[in-house]
């Protein structure tokens, strides 16, 4: 039972340079989310969606373009990496409003 | 804007004891409020899920509880063990699906 898998699990860019970072669940959950971590700031909200086909921006969206084919993924794209996108990427999963939601592993991402 | 807020960012205490980790959300519009755990470097964990509908979850020694009405939920840790040590998250889920986090409480069981 693989539930979220993100990948990769660390990434080094150079600033400028663009990657996506990939999100699959195998639960045939609606909603999907991309959050980063920065030390002391807990879990900031970038994109989500609701379904295939349907995204929306988060608290932070600047910088991150994403979107919803199918149910299974959600990749999210760096356009051109920045210093300050140096952070812990999490993709998260859940079956409806009311449902429990499920995290990935995280993406460790370095811009120097 | 929904903000979530969880008071203390740190705490440390002696094994054994038993402890309130609190949580705030400014708008009470929510369908349900999750608590996490998340040791160094790792994922998240999901210690327990309240529904809007509910007035407290339980697992083994923890206790989540939640107050719509006041925009509050605490999670009771029942003799704490060094093991328990971790950042503990709250979560709330409300219009269009966000799912919006507090910044956590740093917790350390001295043994």
């Known amino acids: 039972n693989a539930g979220v898998t993100q990948t990769p699990k660390f990434q080094v860019l150079k600033t400028g340079q663009s990657m996506t970072l990939q999100c699959a669940q195998d639960m045939n959950h609606e909603y999907m989310s991309w959050y980063r971590q920065d030390p002391g700031m807990g879990l900031r909200l970038i994109h989500y969606?609701?379904?295939?086909?349907?995204?929306d921006q988060g608290e932070v969206p600047n910088g991150y373009n994403v979107s919803r084919s199918t149910t299974e993924d959600f990749p999210l794209r760096l356009l051109s990496a920045a210093p300050s996108q140096t952070s812990v990427y999490f993709c998260?999963?859940?079956?409806?409003?009311?449902?429990?939601?499920?995290f990935g592993q995280g993406t460790r991402l370095t811009v120097v | 804007k929904q903000e979530v807020t969880q008071i203390p960012a740190a705490l440390s205490v002696p094994e054994g004891e038993n402890l309130v980790l609190n949580c705030s959300f400014t708008?009470?519009?929510?369908?349900?409020l999750q608590w996490f755990r998340q040791d160094p470097g790792k994922g998240l964990t999901s210690l327990l899920l309240?529904?809007?509908?509910?007035r407290e979850q339980t697992s083994g020694r923890l206790n989540a509880s939640l107050d719509k009405s006041s925009g509050r939920s605490t999670l009771y840790i029942a003799a704490s063990q060094p093991g328990d040590s971790a950042t503990y998250l709250c979560?709330?889920?409300?219009?269009?699906?966000?799912?919006?986090f507090g910044s956590g409480t740093r917790l350390s069981i001295r043994p």
């Open positions: 998260a999963s859940s079956a409806k409003l009311t449902g429990e939601a499920f």
């Open positions: 708008d009470s519009a929510i369908y349900n």
């Open positions: 969606s609701v379904g295939a086909g349907i995204t």
């Open positions: 309240i529904q809007s509908s509910q």
């Open positions: 979560a709330v889920t409300g219009g269009s699906s966000k799912i919006i």
